[in-house]
DNA sequence: TCTGGGGTCCTAGGACCC
DNA sequence: TCTGGGGTCCTAGGACCC
């Protein structure tokens, strides 16, 4: 949308601290970079080709997947927003022939946003991934497959090998092959039962699914989480406890205001630290903590994590990475108090609020907890990192008479 | 030098209850 | 000779998603 003169160039995005490539654009898949390839091993490759690189930039895809979003709201009443860059929309009902609709939303969204999108149409959500895949993959399509015959979705699903169906990865895949099941028109013919006892119920469901019975509801509520996880590489490895404390204060923090956004507290968390799995002597210890009571005070959860990194730190050993996870949830509002125990005191609630305010207002970690540190040593690495377009005054772009 | 950061659901097995 | 039948909860690990 910002650099269109790199529309029909080779593009990657990176992930978080330009570990590996997680998105290429076609004419990048077509110079034989591979997915998830990791970037220092294949940054000549990328130079010599001239491929344009970019580390990930949530703030920006965020925005533009809000824009999006909300665009494709005006399509139907039920929707399912399923990650940022996808949507379930529900047409049910729908009088209007669905390839015009899908067409429409196609259009719609370039003119609107300039995002080109993919859209299938199918009875079922499983069907319908199958067939988004085909809308992007077959030229002829134009971006839009609708299936709605039995025909075309056997046409389709011979040609689809079944690792491509949508909750079926490699080990799934092996486990099928085994049972001579090598495309999803394969799968959809198998004996549910007889396949569900050898994986699981998933496996089931999946099959209906590709009958056109529907067994995967649209969750249009996405509802609170079941868990909330902050962890992070550093971008330096370090042999040093001090780093490592200030760091997991700091994801402490995030997840505990993560926490405090859907308004749930927290009785027991999960704190982690590791060396690098790829070095010599990996170096893997976890801990659960009981917290004493509930909450979802920054401070409480702050100095539990950091005795628990404590613990479980061993001088020598060259760390990457730790975090936190707040593993066990309750809602606020019916939290049911022990009698003999302290609950959290209605001044730490205040307190919280303000420090989540001035957050909100004037920037991400205005207002921080000392155990954080002044020095930012965790910072991710992000070194092709675009503007952000739409949300910073200092990046938004200068149109020039 | 260098390999992400989130999540969900299911299952098996253990431990316990009456 | 012979040892039931029906449950729950918890946990670790596996598998998947983006």
């Not at 609107?112 to 079922?124: L, S």
């Not at 134009?142 to 990865?169: E, T």
């Not at 699914?209 to 971008?235: H, M, V």
């Amino acid at each position: 949308m910002f650099r269109p003169d790199l529309r029909g160039k080779p593009v990657v995005v990176l992930s978080n601290n330009d570990g590996f490539i997680v998105s290429r654009t076609r004419e990048a898949k077509a110079l034989g970079i591979p997915d998830l390839a990791a970037y220092f091993q294949v940054e000549d490759l990328l130079r010599k080709h001239d491929v344009a690189v970019f580390s990930s930039n949530y703030p920006l895809y965020g925005d533009l997947s809000a824009r999006v979003m909300t665009t494709l709201k005006s399509f139907s009443p039920n929707v399912e927003v399923y990650s940022i860059d996808e949507m379930f929309l529900d047409l049910d009902g729908i009088r209007t022939d669905l390839s015009t609709i899908g067409h429409d939303i196609k259009d719609t969204l370039w003119s609107h946003i300039r995002i080109p999108v993919g859209v299938g149409i199918a009875p079922t959500k499983v069907l319908s991934k199958l067939a988004n895949r085909a809308a992007k993959a077959i030229p002829k399509a134009n971006g839009v497959c609708v299936l709605d015959s039995p025909f075309k979705q056997q046409w389709l699903m011979q040609r689809m090998p079944v690792i491509k169906v949508w909750g079926i990865a490699k080990r799934l895949a092996i486990r099928l092959e085994a049972m001579n099941i090598k495309t999803a028109w394969d799968l959809a013919n198998a004996n549910p039962k007889i396949v569900r006892r050898c994986t699981s119920v998933c496996v089931e469901r999946i099959i209906q699914e590709l009958n056109g019975i529907p067994c995967l509801e649209l969750e249009d509520e996405p509802g609170a989480k079941k868990q909330i996880y902050c962890t992070r590489s550093f971008e330096h490895k370090t042999t040093d406890l001090q780093p490592i404390l200030n760091a997991i204060s700091l994801y402490a923090a995030r997840a505990a205001e993560k926490l405090r956004q859907q308004s749930h507290l927290v009785r027991t968390i999960h704190v982690f630290l590791h060396t690098s799995p790829f070095a010599p002597g990996y170096f893997d210890k976890a801990i659960t903590v009981q917290l004493p009571y509930p909450t979802d005070d920054t401070r409480i959860i702050t100095q539990q994590a950091k005795s628990a990194i404590a613990a479980l730190y061993q001088p020598g050993h060259l760390f990457v990475k730790a975090g936190i996870g707040l593993i066990e949830l309750l809602d606020k509002k019916f939290h049911q108090h022990d009698f003999w125990q302290q609950p959290q005191s209605a001044g730490n609630n205040s307190l919280m609020q303000v420090v989540d305010r001035i957050n909100q207002r004037h920037g991400k970690g205005k207002i921080f907890l000392a155990a954080q540190g002044m020095s930012t040593p965790w910072a991710m690495r992000q070194c092709h990192r675009s503007p952000e377009y739409t949300t910073k005054w200092t990046d938004i772009p200068c149109v020039s008479a």
